[in-house]
């Protein structure tokens, strides 16, 4: 299995661009995540998705943060604009399963620069 | 709101030696823990795991304690090696998450090992 594949891996981009980090989970899992990690925050998790919808977003910082599953096999998390205090590691994690143990398996993450 | 956090940030260790590395809960309705790795450059990788119906569960090397009257959870790593050096993370699943897997990470404690 390829497990998560996240793209990309690095991206640099100015204050005020659109960024858009893309997942492809792990062929069969249901379930989507999509976390944050910083230095001083930790990782934090943004939104998830069951089936491909949207079940807590709770965790997105504001309205600049968007996510879409569109099908099973993709997902985005898009910043409009983005602003230096975005700047982070994205890791995307996907699950077999609802309502079970189990580990999440973890992308290698994006790590956004922002200037 | 639900934490979960960590004693040490730091703790090195000699190789061979035995590691523990210690995770504070805050949340008594969490029902699932779990310890995850993460080496530089590379998304959290699954350790081991434990229901909150256990007190203790034993992996390769690995071993979790679990003390809920604390709210305290371990992680022990039996002769260290130098490839176990990396960020540990503990975290917690509440209840309330619906069975999502909605998995609440602590800050992190890196562990160093020394030859």
């Known amino acids: 299995d390829a497990g998560v594949i996240q793209s990309p891996r690095h991206e640099v981009t100015e204050m005020g661009q659109e960024v858009t980090l893309r997942c492809k989970p792990i062929?069969?899992?249901?379930?989507l995540f999509w976390y944050r990690q910083t230095m001083m925050r930790g990782l934090e998790l943004l939104i998830y998705?069951?089936?491909?919808?949207?079940?807590?977003d709770s965790g997105m910082p504001e309205d600049r943060f968007s996510a879409k599953m569109p099908n099973a096999s993709f997902s985005t998390l898009k910043i409009q604009p983005s602003e230096p205090r975005d700047s982070a590691v994205y890791f995307c994690?996907?699950?077999?399963?609802?309502?079970?143990?189990?580990?999440?398996?973890f992308g290698e993450g994006s790590r956004l620069t922002v200037l | 709101g639900e934490s979960v956090g960590l004693h040490l940030p730091t703790l090195s260790v000699q190789e061979g030696d035995n590691s523990i590395i210690n995770c504070a809960y805050s949340?008594?309705?969490?029902?699932?823990f779990i310890w995850y790795k993460q080496e530089s450059g590379k998304g959290p990788q699954f350790i081991i795991d434990?229901?909150?119906?256990?007190d203790k569960r034993q992996g390769q090397r690995v071993t979790v304690l679990l003390n809920k009257t604390v709210k305290h959870l371990s992680l022990q790593i039996a002769a260290t090696q130098p490839g176990d050096s990396a960020v540990y993370f503990c975290?917690?699943?509440?209840?309330?998450?619906?069975?999502?897997?909605?998995?609440?990470f602590g800050a992190g404690t890196r562990l160093a090992v020394h030859p």
């Open positions: 975290a917690d699943r509440p209840i309330f998450s619906g069975g999502y897997n909605k998995l609440i």
């Open positions: 949340n008594s309705a969490s029902d699932y």
């Open positions: 062929s069969g899992h249901n379930s």
């Open positions: 994690a996907s699950r077999r399963g609802q309502g079970q143990d189990g580990e999440l398996f």
């Open positions: 998705f069951n089936n491909n919808v949207p079940i807590d």
């Open positions: 434990i229901r909150s119906n256990m």
